[in-house]
């Protein structure tokens, strides 16, 4: 378990760390990236529409600092060792006044599926969670998309209902939650020199072929501010 030190999250957030993978707070420099990255129609899928610009994302990432210092909501990056750019975003905001129960959502490469990173991200930023305080962590996934339900049941979420019409063209939608009461991170045997190698080389030829973003330019002045959450409707209609 995450035991987090002074201070506060909601003043600084923690860098988090594992095998593969550092998990920190998005920044400004990553706009670039995560436009790079919400571009590709396989991750744009099942999700309501991301900013459709770089000064849109630039406008998000302040959102999300400001939310963040609210203690309303983090949104967290994924950057794989020996990578300086992000290849995956998970958004964990409170449901509640206590943050106590709370909803994420996440997307990630689609470079990155089947290497082991998301099992890694998510059980970094459920453990985060749960040290700030959340009882209970809630996840949309479109039933249609049978890998973000495969990998929330195998990271130990627990599917509790069937949200009928509650996704855009009236798709439906499966409930997951993880409480902490019942958490236990998952524990997998240690992989085996073929499955590291394998692993280790799947990531290399991601991080090969993703291609360099451009540096995100300066502005004079802050960009709009952009708030987004991916499983969730924007309320502006011209926003979409």
């Known amino acids: 378990m995450i035991e987090l030190d002074a201070p506060d999250w909601w003043i600084q957030v923690p860098v988090l760390s594992g095998p593969t993978i550092r998990v920190r707070e998005v920044e400004a420099a990553d706009a670039a990236a995560l436009l790079e990255l919400f571009s590709d129609p396989l991750v744009n899928r099942y999700l309501y529409s991301p900013p459709a610009s770089l000064t849109k994302f630039e406008g998000f990432i302040g959102w999300a600092q400001r939310q963040r210092e609210t203690a309303k909501c983090v949104c967290f990056v994924v950057v794989p060792k020996g990578l300086q750019q992000p290849i995956g975003l998970f958004q964990l905001r409170a449901l509640d006044g206590q943050f106590q129960l709370a909803e994420w959502g996440f997307a990630m490469a689609p470079s990155f599926w089947s290497t082991g990173l998301f099992e890694e991200a998510a059980t970094l930023i459920a453990e985060f969670a749960f040290a700030i305080g959340v009882k209970r962590i809630e996840a949309r996934a479109v039933v249609k998309n049978g890998r973000a339900n495969r990998a929330l049941e195998k990271i130990g979420a627990k599917g509790e209902a069937l949200l009928r ?19 236990s991170a998952p524990k997998t045997p240690p992989p085996s020199p073929f499955e590291a190698a394998r692993m280790r080389a799947q990531i ?6 993703m ?30």
């Open 165 to 183: 019409k509650a996704f855009k063209n009236n798709e439906p939608q499966f409930l997951w939650a993880i409480v902490s009461d019942d958490w």
């Open 211 to 240: 291609p360099i973003a451009p540096r995100t330019v300066k502005h004079q002045w802050a960009p709009p501010p952009y708030p987004f959450f991916l499983t969730e409707k924007p309320e502006d209609p011209g926003e979409k």
């Open 204 to 209: 290399a030829k991601a991080v090969a072929e």
